[in-house]
C-alpha cells in the first residue's frame, strides 16, 4: 500500500516536472526542472528493478546533461551581454 | 498558431499514441525467452550479473560500436568547437573548492567500486566512466580544473585506449570463429581488462564531451 503511493506520486511528480520542463518560457527554470526530471526517472528505474539504467541515467542523464545546459545557458548570457555591452558605448 | 491548428494537432498526437498503444497491446509474445537464454549461459559468460553478461559477452559487438559512436561524437565536437583558447575563467570560491578536494578521492573511490561491482552486481564500466566524469566537470566547475584546450598526446591516448583495447581482444579472439566470442576460461578477465580500459576512456571522453566546449564563446 505504502509502496503504491509512492509510486503513484512518482508517476504524478514525473509527469509534473516533464511539462514544467517543456511549458516553461525561463530557460534557467526549464534546465533545472529537466534535472528534477531525471532525478525522478532514476528513481522510477530503480523502483522497475532497473539499478543499472538509474545509476546511468543520474550520472549521465541528470548530472552531465544538466551541467552541460547550465553551461550553455551561461554561455548564452554572457554571449547576450558581450554583444550588448558595445551598443551602449557609442 | 490559432486555436484550431492548435486544437487539431492534440487531437492528431492523442490519436497517434492511442494507435501506437494499441499497435503495442496486440504485439504477439516474443518468440525467445531471453532472460532464460542469459540465466542458462550465464555461468559461461566470465561474470556473474546478468546485465554486464549481456553488455560484454554476449552482445559485446554491440557494446563495442556504442564506444565506438562515444568517440565519433567526441571527434565531431573537437572539429566543430572553433580552435582559439577558452576565455573564460572560474572564480575561485573557498566553500566549493573545500568540497571539491574532500569529495575527490570518494568519487575515485565509488569509480572503482562501480567498475568492480559491475561482475556480480549492478555497475560497470559506463557508470563507473561516468562518475569520472562528474568529478572532473565539479573539478572544473570548483576551479580547480582548466578548461581543456587541444588535446595532448597522453590525452587523446586516454581518450582512445579503451576502444582500442576493445578493438584488439576482438581482433585476437578472430581466431574462435565468431566475433568477441571470448574462451569462458579467460572470459572473466577479458571482461575485466576491457572494463577497466573503457571506464578511464569513457570517463574521459564524457568529461570531454564538457570541458572540450565550455568557456569558450563560439
Known amino acids: 500500500m505504502l509502496m503504491l503511493a509512492f509510486d503513484g506520486l512518482l508517476v504524478l511528480a514525473l509527469l509534473w516536472s516533464a511539462w514544467r520542463c517543456l511549458a516553461s518560457t525561463d530557460l534557467s527554470r526549464a534546465v533545472v526542472m529537466f534535472i528534477v526530471f531525471g532525478l525522478l526517472m532514476a528513481l522510477a528505474w530503480a523502483r522497475l528493478d532497473a539499478p543499472d539504467i538509474a545509476l546511468a541515467e543520474a550520472a549521465i542523464g541528470a548530472g552531465l546533461t544538466g551541467a552541460l545546459l547550465l553551461d550553455a545557458l551561461g554561455a548564452l548570457r554572457s554571449r547576450r551581454e558581450g554583444r550588448d555591452a558595445p551598443r551602449e558605448t557609442p | ?218
Open chain 2, 1 to 218: 498558431m490559432n486555436r484550431f491548428t492548435r486544437g487539431l494537432a492534440v487531437a492528431v498526437g492523442v490519436a497517434l499514441a492511442a494507435t501506437l498503444v494499441a499497435a503495442l497491446l496486440e504485439l504477439p509474445a516474443a518468440a525467445v525467452y531471453l532472460p532464460g537464454a542469459v540465466a542458462q549461459h550465464l555461468a559461461q559468460s566470465g561474470v556473474e550479473h546478468p546485465v554486464t553478461a549481456v553488455l560484454l559477452n554476449f552482445r559485446g559487438w554491440d557494446t563495442l560500436l556504442e564506444v565506438a559512436v562515444l568517440l565519433l561524437a567526441l571527434l565531431t565536437l573537437l572539429t566543430l568547437r572553433g580552435s582559439e583558447a577558452p576565455v573564460a575563467e572560474v572564480e575561485a570560491e573557498p566553500l566549493l573548492q573545500g568540497l571539491a578536494r574532500k569529495a575527490l578521492p570518494l568519487i575515485i573511490l565509488m569509480a572503482g567500486y562501480l567498475f568492480w561491482a559491475g561482475a556480480y552486481r549492478p555497475g560497470g564500466a559506463f557508470q563507473a566512466g561516468a562518475v569520472l566524469a562528474a568529478g572532473a566537470v565539479l573539478l572544473h566547475l570548483a576551479g580547480l580544473l582548466p578548461a581543456w584546450a587541444v588535446p595532448g598526446r597522453l590525452l587523446r591516448l586516454g581518450l582512445i585506449l579503451g576502444f582500442l583495447v576493445f578493438l584488439a581482444v576482438a581482433a585476437g579472439l578472430l581466431g574462435q570463429g565468431a566475433l568477441l566470442q571470448y574462451p569462458p576460461a579467460l572470459a572473466g578477465n577479458l571482461i575485466l581488462l576491457i572494463e577497466a580500459g573503457l571506464t578511464l576512456s569513457l570517463g574521459l571522453v564524457l568529461a570531454g564531451l564538457f570541458l572540450f566546449v565550455t568557456g569558450r564563446q563560439a
